[in-house]
């Protein structure tokens, strides 16, 4: 059975070359999230004193 599985994810993803591309994405697009998390993290955190901040300097 372990070998149908094996043929079916070759069929899918291919040569190593190709599953190695598709993980370097994976992690491309994973660390994308994670650095958009840590803004958004941030802004929650802090969102009201970079506004106050934002409102001194520019005066």
């Known amino acids: 059975m372990s070998n149908w599985f094996e043929r079916k994810a070759e069929d899918w993803v291919g040569t190593p070359e190709k599953k190695m591309r598709l993980l370097q994405w994976l992690v491309y697009v994973t660390n994308l999230y994670i650095i958009f998390g840590i803004f958004v993290l ?6 009201k004193y970079i506004m106050r901040a934002w409102a001194y300097y520019t005066q």
């Open 42 to 47: 941030i802004w929650i955190l802090y969102g």
